[in-house]
């Protein structure tokens, strides 16, 4: 019988429980998520904005295995809102939080908004919601270079 992804967990004593956890260690190995690298930057803005609209969202990424981190900004018709935010994560989640020592002073209104967002199946694209009491959905693809 082999053992499923999402299977409950049975815990045996001794020798045989060493056996027992090997392999439904390598049994979850085969499960979930291929990881994609997604490492670099990342651009993007709300998709369902007018051509006229200016704010954009950017990451620059590293990866090691699924684990992500890196730094994110956000600007809103040309001014930088805020930039250097850490940013972290675990493929094909990635999230931020906002902090007032990355926010200039004009705008301290977006301290504690977040983003939480996912790379789809190829990892080509990063869809996720960015805000505070309302989020707005931005949509980001690699670049050649971000502003942050």
């Given at each position: 019988?082999?053992?499923?992804?999402?299977?409950?967990?049975?815990?045996?004593?001794?020798?045989?429980?060493?056996?027992?956890?090997?392999?439904?260690?390598?049994?979850?190995?085969?499960?979930?998520?291929?990881?994609?690298?997604?490492?670099?930057?990342?651009?993007?803005?709300?998709?369902?904005?007018?051509?006229?609209?200016?704010?954009?969202?950017?990451?620059?990424?590293?990866?090691?295995?699924?684990?992500?981190?890196?730094?994110?900004?956000?600007?809103?018709?040309?001014?930088?809102?805020?930039?250097?935010?850490?940013?972290?994560?675990?493929?094909?989640?990635?999230?931020?939080?906002?902090?007032?020592?990355?926010?200039?002073?004009?705008?301290?209104?977006?301290?504690?908004?977040?983003?939480?967002?996912?790379?789809?199946e190829a990892g080509?694209?990063?869809?996720?919601?960015?805000?505070?009491?309302?989020?707005?959905?931005?949509?980001?693809q690699r670049t050649?270079?971000?502003?942050?």
């Open positions: 019988m082999g053992l499923a992804c999402g299977s409950r967990r049975h815990y045996v004593a001794g020798p045989e429980g060493a056996v027992v956890a090997a392999v439904g260690l390598l049994a979850l190995l085969g499960c979930g998520t291929t990881v994609r690298d997604v490492s670099g930057a990342w651009a993007g803005n709300d998709p369902h904005q007018h051509s006229t609209a200016f704010e954009y969202v950017g990451l620059v990424l590293q990866q090691n295995g699924p684990t992500l981190t890196g730094t994110a900004c956000f600007s809103d018709s040309g001014v930088e809102i805020f930039s250097g935010v850490p940013v972290q994560g675990a493929y094909p989640d990635v999230m931020f939080t906002v902090q007032a020592a990355n926010v200039r002073p004009c705008c301290m209104q977006f301290v504690g908004a977040t983003f939480h967002g996912s790379f789809n080509t694209v990063l869809t996720g919601h960015f805000g505070q009491s309302t989020a707005v959905e931005f949509t980001l050649l270079n971000s502003s942050c």
